[in-house]
């Protein structure tokens, strides 16, 4: 006989569909909106960049600075689709729990 045998809680199953009942909300209103915010920041930032290289093509270092602003915005646009696609994997399973 175990410690565990004793607790009577702790061989209960967890209830997956009360847990998707709440965070499903949570993930819905909260942290998508949040995600296409910042992706719509990133791309901002992307463009900025795009910008700068066109609009300073005499000047070298405005354009090496146009270069590694589309460097970062491309990396937040990589950062944000990967993490909604983590966030999408995680929701998907925890619905068909």
């Known amino acids: 006989m ?4 004793l607790i009577p809680q702790a061989h209960a199953a967890v209830d ?3 847990f998707a009942k709440v965070v499903d ?6 942290v998508y909106p949040l995600l296409a915010l910042l992706f719509g920041v990133a791309m901002l930032v ?5 910008l700068q290289i066109v609009l300073h093509s005499d000047n070298e270092d405005a354009r090496t600075k ?3 602003t589309m460097t ?9 689709v990967s993490a909604w696609g983590i966030i999408y994997l ?3 399973t925890i619905k068909n729990v």
């Open 2 to 5: 175990s410690l565990l045998d």
């Open 16 to 18: 997956m569909t009360a």
């Open 66 to 68: 146009g270069k590694m």
């Open 25 to 30: 909300p949570i993930i819905s209103n909260i």
């Open 90 to 92: 995680v929701s998907n």
């Open 72 to 80: 970062w915005g491309t990396v937040g646009i990589v950062i944000m």
């Open 46 to 50: 992307f463009v900025w960049g795009v």
